[in-house]
């Protein structure tokens, strides 16, 4: 015998679980494209992070790895990644971070006048100065004056107060403050030479270990995009 009064009650039961099934795909749908919440400029930070990681900042962060001078590309890619975004986006200062990353034979702008002068940085480096057009006895990289670059504002004095954070291979240093002496005639260690380069190191520029680890920390731990800057 056929029970009429069970159909209601099973097309009931059936609708309900329909829309259950219906709230929970649309819950897992918004669940699952939720954007995951944003991260710190510490996220992923180790105990032997140094303190230029912890500079990073804003939304948009781009690692410029800078291997060597470049007619000074480097610095401008940096000032032109900022500039476009900033019109482009109409984003700010506090929501882009360039890293200019020296290493290999690009480490010299981190470094006072006094160094250029002392070790030769213009000779060891061919790095001629525009206004004299010999080899520069001037950190004009960093102390940017009129006519130094093809664009204004690519020096690392006026990239840095915009928010720009520069990292520079310790091992590149520690070469490269040797030979540079030996090249200019100086009587002195290497030890000396280093430890005279790490005392002028110049406002906003910070030693890594190495500039290799710094592209791979920049990307894993600072959330960077990365350009190769020559």
């Not at 781009?62 to 986006?89: C, H, I, P, R």
């Not at 882009?96 to 702008?109: E, Q």
């Not at 005392?199 to 680890?213: D, E, R």
Request: hydrophobic content about 40%; overall charge negative; some cysteine.
């Amino acid at each position: 015998m056929k029970n009429e009064g069970a159909v209601p009650v099973r097309r009931e039961f059936l609708g309900r679980m329909a829309a259950g099934s219906a709230a929970l795909l649309v819950t897992g749908a918004g669940v699952a494209c939720a954007a995951p919440p944003p991260q710190t400029a510490d996220a992923g930070m180790l105990a032997g992070d140094g303190e230029w990681l912890s500079k990073l900042h804003g939304t948009h962060r781009q690692y410029f790895d800078v291997t060597s001078w470049n007619d000074g590309f480097g610095q401008l890619y940096a000032l032109n990644w900022t500039k476009t975004m900033k019109e482009t986006y109409g984003v700010g200062n506090d929501d882009l971070c360039a890293v200019v990353g020296l290493r290999h034979f690009g480490i010299a702008p981190a470094f006072s006048d006094s160094i250029w002068e002392k070790y030769k940085l213009g000779e060891f480096f061919k790095i001629n100065d525009p206004k004299t057009k010999q080899p520069s006895v001037r950190n004009f990289a960093y102390h940017e004056t009129e006519g130094d670059f093809m664009f204004p504002d690519a020096g690392l004095g006026r990239l840095i107060p915009d928010g720009a954070v520069v990292t520079v291979c310790n091992l590149a240093t520690t070469a490269v403050s040797g030979m540079s002496a030996g090249a200019a005639g100086l009587s002195m260690t290497p030890e000396a030479a280093y430890e005279e380069w790490t005392a002028n190191l110049l406002p906003g520029c910070y030693v890594a270990p190495s500039g290799v680890l710094a592209v791979s920390r920049a990307q894993t731990a600072g959330q960077c995009t990365y350009c190769y800057a020559g």
